[in-house]
């Protein structure tokens, strides 16, 4: 019961379907859940969203589901103002909504460039802008935000991916020095290659059919990684366990970063 009691938003939380491929925020929402945690998931995907919602709720836990295209600051609104209607404070951000989108800088278009950067950096910007509020009259919190390796390195594969990562990373430093004395701690963290719905799909628009994954090579452990290995270090930045913790970078990655 690390989290026992903690109101936590979780966005990008709708591939939390049990007996399908779960991602890092479906993942997140079934480990918050399990250390207590009281949950507001969020994600475009309302039909998964909300049977991911209901599943965690048999398991006795308190988890509602809110439709949130994560660009929308009228969509944020909505979300903050459910979270308090129904749990009066809010403790903890998960930013785990994303995509992606293959592209070197000639071929990106204005509107690919501009769905990376509204996903992932205005959405994050968004949400601590209409969540801090409320997480200062809670005495404090936690945010953490999903950036990657790309956010970090640049990496090939995607150039307005890789800036939007890279945003998100220094989105979560400046914040986190701002509101340091609110006791709000905000840090990001970096997966590398993982297994999920979305690596899935991205890697299918590059491969063709039957070839070899092409991650494997350039990961030093030589696998890849599972959204539970992600999700155990959302849980650790979540909790009081890294409270000396804010404006940091955790690497999950098989030693990507390394070389
Ligand atoms: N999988 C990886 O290898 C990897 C590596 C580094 C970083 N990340 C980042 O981690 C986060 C989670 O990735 P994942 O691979 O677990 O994804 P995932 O498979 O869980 O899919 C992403 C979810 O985000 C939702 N979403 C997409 N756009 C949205 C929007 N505009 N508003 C609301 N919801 C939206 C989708 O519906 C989906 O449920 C993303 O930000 C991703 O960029 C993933």
């Known amino acids: 019961m690390r989290l026992k009691d903690k109101v936590a938003i979780i966005t990008g939380a709708a591939m939390g379907v049990q007996g399908e491929l779960m991602g890092i925020g479906g993942t997140t929402a079934w480990m918050f859940a399990k250390e207590g945690a009281k949950l507001v998931l969020t994600d475009m ?11 965690i709720r048999k398991t006795g836990a308190e988890a509602v589901f809110v439709k949130h ?5 009228d ?3 909505k979300v903050v103002a459910v979270t308090v209607e129904k749990f009066v404070c809010l403790d903890i951000i998960v930013n785990a909504a994303g995509t992606t989108t293959g592209s070197t800088v000639e071929r990106t278009t204005l509107e690919q460039w501009d769905t990376m950067m509204d996903i992932h950096a205005k959405g994050a910007f968004l949400g601590m802008k209409h969540c801090i509020p409320v997480m200062k009259k809670s005495g404090g919190g936690s945010i953490v935000i999903l950036s990657s390796t790309d956010g970090m390195i640049g990496g090939g594969f995607s150039a307005p991916y890789a800036a939007a990562k890279g945003a ?8 986190a020095i701002q509101y340091a004395k609110d006791n709000i701690r905000v840090n990001s963290l970096h997966p590398g290659e993982i297994d999920t719905p979305l690596s899935r799909w991205a890697v299918d628009q590059v491969l063709d059919s039957g070839g070899d994954d092409p991650r494997l ?4 452990m030589g696998r ?8 155990q270090s959302i849980v650790f930045l979540a909790s009081d366990e890294s409270a000396y913790m804010t404006g940091a970078e955790l690497v999950i990655d098989g030693g990507i970063i390394a070389k």
């Open 217 to 220: 090579d350039w990961i030093p």
């Open 168 to 175: 998100n990373r220094l989105l979560a430093r400046a914040a």
């Open 45 to 55: 995907n309302a039909e998964k969203g909300e049977k991911t919602a209901a599943q």
């Open 75 to 77: 969509h944020w609104k």
């Open 224 to 231: 890849l990684g599972t959204s539970q290995e992600v999700a």
């Open 69 to 73: 295209e994560v660009s929308s600051e």
